[in-house]
Structure formats: C-alpha cells, structure tokens
C-alpha cells in the first residue's frame, strides 16, 4: 500500500485581488475521490460566482467551512489525503510552475499550490503576523472616527489627574477583521470583552456571537421584537449583512459617484420604424432561432455612433494624469440577478455583425440570471448600457460603471400621440438617458453622440449616412 499525505487547500485570491469569499456551495463530501481540476465548490466573491477546482487528486478528508461562511483568503477550506509520491510532491493544477529546487530542500519552507500558481510561503503559525497597535483608554466600541468639531477649552488638569492618566495603559486593539468588528458593532458587542479563540487570539465570527449568547445566522441578524402589547407580528426589523455582489456595487457606485462629475442628458425618440424593423428581421432566414429585442438594436445604434465621438469610449487614469481613448470597444449591459446588480460586458463588441451581437446579448443575459457571470466578463467594460424600460420606467440619471465615460439608458416603449408627417399619430416613443464624465466628455460630444443614437433609433436606415 503506497503512503498517503494530507494537504490542506486554502482559499485563493482567484486573482482579483479580493481579501474574502463566501462559501456558497460543496459539490462534494468528506470521502469522496476526486481528480486533479474537479468542481469541488461554489464561492462568492465580491464580483461574481466562481466554480473552485480541485488541486489535488485524492480522497476528500475534511470540509473546513460550511455553506454562508465567509472565509478570508488564504484560510483552509478542505483537507484531501493525496498519495505520497517519492519525492512527497503532491498534485498541482495544470498550469502551474513546477517546484523550484529550493522549494525542496529542507532549509526553505514548501509552497502550496493555488489556482494561480505557488502562492506565499506557509508559516508555522499558518498565518502572518502583524504588527500590534496601541491605542489610547478604550471605552465601549473600540473603533472610533477623528471628528473635526471646535474643541473647548477645558481647565488644565490637576497633577493627581496628570499622575492617574501617567499610570494608565494604553488599551491593545483586539485582533479582528472588519466584518467581524461590523458583527459586533451590530449586535452592541464590546471586542476588549471576547476572548478571541483564532489563530494568534483573532476574534472570529462565532466568538463574538457566543458572548452576544445567540447562535449564527447567516442570511440576516434580526433584531428589535414588538413591543409588549403590539401587534405581536414578530420582528420588526431585518439586518441583512453587507457582503457578495451588493457590497461591491455600493462601493463601485459610491466611487464613481464622488469622484466622476456626471452629466445626463435626455432624448425622447419615435421608435416605430426600429421595431418595424425588428419585426421584418424576425421573419428572416439570418436570424432564425436569434432572440432581437430593442436593446439588440439600441446596442447596434451605440456602437456606430462611438465613431463618430469616440471621447465618449474613453477612460480618466488619474494616477498617470491621462486620458484613454479605447479602439476598441467592450460593450457593457447592467443586469439585475437575484445576488444584486451587476455589468458585464461583450467583448470586441464593436467587431461583430448584428446576429452575432444579439446572440452575444442573449448569452450574456442567461449567463447572468444563472449567476454564472465569471470575473473576467466582469471586467475591461469601456462603456454600458442600462435597460430600465424593462421596469417599465421612462427615465432615469445612470451611475458610471467605474472607470468608464458614459452610460446609455433605454425606457420603456410606450404608445403615445406623436407628431408624425404634420399630423398627430399613435407611436411607439421611448426616451433615452445618457449620463457621462464630464472630465472627458463634452456637452457637445454628449449631445452629439445621443443625437446619433436616436437618430439611427428613429430611422435605421441613417446608419448609411453615419459609416
């Protein structure tokens, strides 16, 4: 019987730079055999879904976390007994380095693998240390922001005042993460009270819901019950916690908010010849089995009219103090998943011919709903479009994606009495908002570009005078 090994598998960075991820899903069981690049689990991070195969080929030993828990990146999560080959070298993913010669000698410590690689070298402690840091007499929650309120004058102290302040110990900031200190701050727990029982005393989730003397919730904390003599309806309030997809929009949005100056503007448009087209394309042999909606076109109409104003697919690198003006184009479509709001985007959408787009829409949209939008679809968008009307909303002021120059909004289609060949007639009219950086964008550059856009809108055939 050949000797076997156990390797614990920590939590990769998944190369997005991410400090944790939520354990959404196992996709096996302590027992089961595995093959080297297997499925083993679902994780959220902040961006999206992300299917973890397995390093290792052998037989799973421990699941270090169960489904809801969110674990800090570099943490174990699953223990596997791999056979002990010769040289003790367990099984890597495909792609990955092969061990240096120091890597085995006995004076420098192994590196585990990872989904990107080699990943740092693995103290004994299993953890890096850090520095401690001292802080002044704590009372209450220990994490406090510096207000820049006038300050009163206040009597010098007294030399008995002075001498017991001299003899006061600074108070050590327990060792925790921030979702744990957010835990404790909403459940009213003093962190200078836990016992932290992680490596090194890290104060962890579950010792902090210990000494608060309720047990783990992991899809929301309530709090607040009714009051003796009400309704007796229960709770009357949910604390869902700030995490996943919903806490990396709110950032995003808060970033591009304060730091991009927004401009919007609006265009309401006689759409009726863009869906009589649409109809006509239905019926032909080209797009058979190809879903076509408005958005297939107003994506189409958006892409020829970056042509003509190509500041408007431009990106502000404040760092290097240059603008980035994008030859190509990677088209972004905002969608609403049940995790929260997210845009992915096509790739070289600017390249592809109307039925490849509309597939590429299609595809996009499923993918999404199924919430199986990788990080890199998530990634490199140049300039978005949001399809509100399907709300059945008319008009809207779009956020910036970050790091993008504009983004489109479409209404809802409506039938309304429309001024058509000197007459009043029932159309079909949509409005359209575009919202921009005005760093980079013009209001004539703005205007132009929406200008464009409902004109193709309004009467396709004006592409031919536009490419």
Request: proline share 9%; hydrophobic share 40%.
């Amino acid at each position: 019987m050949s000797a076997t090994m156990i390797k614990e598998f920590r939590l990769p960075d998944l190369g997005e730079g991410l400090t944790e991820s939520e354990i959404l899903s196992w996709k096996v069981d302590v027992g089961d055999t595995v093959s080297l690049n297997q499925v083993i689990a679902e994780v959220e991070t902040a961006k999206a879904v992300v299917e973890l195969p397995s390093p290792f080929a052998g037989v799973i030993k421990e699941l270090h976390e169960q489904p809801g828990s969110v674990v800090e990146v570099g943490k174990p999560i699953v223990s596997f007994e791999v056979a002990d080959d010769a040289g003790g070298s367990p099984s890597v993913p495909s792609g990955a380095p092969p061990a240096d010669a120091a890597s085995n000698s006995g004076d420098t410590p192994k590196r585990e693998p990872n989904l990107v690689g080699y990943g740092a070298v693995v103290e004994s402690s299993g953890r890096p240390t850090r520095r401690a840091r001292n802080f002044g007499p704590v009372a209450g929650l220990v994490e406090t922001q510096p207000v820049d309120f006038p300050t009163p004058v206040e009597p010098a102290p007294t030399a008995a005042v002075v001498s017991a302040q001299a003899e006061t110990k600074p108070a050590e900031r327990p060792r925790s993460t921030p979702p744990v200190r957010k835990l404790a701050r909403d459940l009213g727990v003093d962190l200078l009270q836990v016992p932290g029982t992680g490596p090194g005393g890290l104060i962890t989730r579950e010792d902090v819901q210990h000494y608060a003397g309720q047990a783990e919730q992991p899809a929301a904390i309530t709090a607040g019950r009714a009051p003796a003599g009400g309704t007796g309806a229960g709770e009357r309030e949910t604390r869902t916690p700030i995490k996943g997809v919903r806490k990396h929009t709110a950032a995003a949005m808060v970033q591009s908010a304060f730091t991009a100056p927004h401009a919007t503007e609006f265009l309401t448009v006689d759409v009726t010849p863009s869906l009589e087209l649409l109809a006509k394309l239905k019926d032909s042999r080209a797009f058979a089995g190809i879903k076509l909606t408005p958005l297939t076109l107003a994506a189409k109409a958006v892409l020829i009219a970056l042509r003509r104003t190509p500041a408007l697919n431009s990106r502000w690198d404040e760092e290097a103090q240059e603008i980035v003006t994008f030859h190509y184009v990677n088209l972004g479509i905002a969608a609403a998943t049940p995790r929260g709001l997210t845009v992915p985007n096509i790739k070289d959408a600017d390249a592809l011919p109307l039925p490849q787009l509309a597939q590429a829409l299609a595809e996009l949209a499923e993918t999404a709903r199924a919430g199986k939008t990788t990080p890199a679809d998530l990634s490199g968008g140049t300039i978005s479009i949001t399809n509100i009307g399907v709300f059945g909303i008319d008009a809207g002021t779009p956020i910036l994606n970050p790091g993008e120059a504009a983004i489109l909004g479409l209404g809802a289609v409506r039938t309304m009495p429309w001024e058509y060949r000197g007459e009043v007639a029932l159309r079909q009219v949509l409005t359209l908002s575009l919202s921009f950086d005005h760093r980079l964008v013009d209001g004539e550059q703005g205007s132009r570009f929406l200008a464009d856009v409902g004109a193709i809108l309004a009467e396709p055939g004006m592409v031919l005078t536009m490419v």
